[in-house]
């Protein structure tokens, strides 16, 4: 079990909003993207399960930008069969989950997506890493997957973006890149991109 809040929403057939933070943030964090975003969901918010000087994280890092695999593969791993359980004990479709992450928790979607065949239905991923290098991904023909990213973001090299990018389109996602002229901060104008990006697709 991981820490975290489930809200019932009031259409059955949405998309379950998987909510995951940035480093430092808990499950509140990102409530309001999914109220901007589809406000009729159930949300499954977590909160990261490793903690760095105290901030939750989602896995272990070596130092900033710089991962730790063997964690990083646990911890996708826990979270994948977390989903499960969420799954039975709050009676929602496993296989209608779109996840929206920030940072550490887009870096953990991706995770899922690398690692995992049908982990998500779709991801919205603001300032995303790619989160492993040099492993086959599994199929991911047509995932809707949204990146938004900053072109002066000091966390996330545009080149992480376009390597992300490339590398989930060549497994078969449906990829689709949202640039800000910003930081790693999350923007008002990128979350309004990735709510008319799901209006869009689901
Ligand atoms: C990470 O560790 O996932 C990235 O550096 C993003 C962050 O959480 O700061």
């Given amino acids: 079990m991981m820490h ?24 509140n964090d990102l409530l309001p993207l999914a109220e901007i975003i589809s406000p009729s969901s159930n949300v499954l918010s977590v909160r990261g ?6 901030m939750p994280r ?9 991962f730790d695999e063997e964690d990083l593969v ?3 791993k826990e979270l994948h069969g977390f989903l499960a359980e969420a799954a039975e004990k709050y009676d929602f479709d496993r296989s209608n989950v779109v996840a929206i992450g920030y940072s550490n928790g887009a870096n953990i979607a991706g995770s899922l997506l ?24 599994p199929l991911l023909t047509g995932t809707p997957i949204f990146i938004s990213a900053g072109t002066n973001d000091p966390i996330c090299a545009p080149q992480e973006t376009t390597d992300l990018e490339k590398l989930l389109s060549e497994a ?7 640039w800000e002229n910003f930081g790693h901060q999350l923007t008002r104008s990128e979350v309004e991109a990735a709510k008319r990006w799901f209006e869009a697709n689901f």
Avoid: C, W
Avoid at 4 to 25: M, R, S
Avoid at 58 to 65: H, I, K, P, Q, V
Avoid at 114 to 137: D, Q, S, T, W
Avoid at 172 to 178: L, M, T
């Fill in 49 to 54: 399960n490793v903690l760095e000087h105290g």
């Fill in 172 to 178: 078969g996602a449906s990829v689709q890149v949202h």
């Fill in 4 to 27: 975290h809040l489930f809200q019932k929403g009031t259409d059955n057939a949405a998309p379950t909003l998987l909510l995951l933070h940035g480093t430092g943030g808990t499950e």
């Fill in 74 to 76: 646990f911890r996708t």
């Fill in 58 to 66: 989602f896995f272990r890092r070596l130092a900033e930008g710089v």
């Fill in 114 to 137: 690398f690692h995992y065949e049908n982990a998500l239905k779709g991801a919205i991923l603001h300032h995303p890493m790619v989160p492993r290098r040099g492993i086959p991904l």
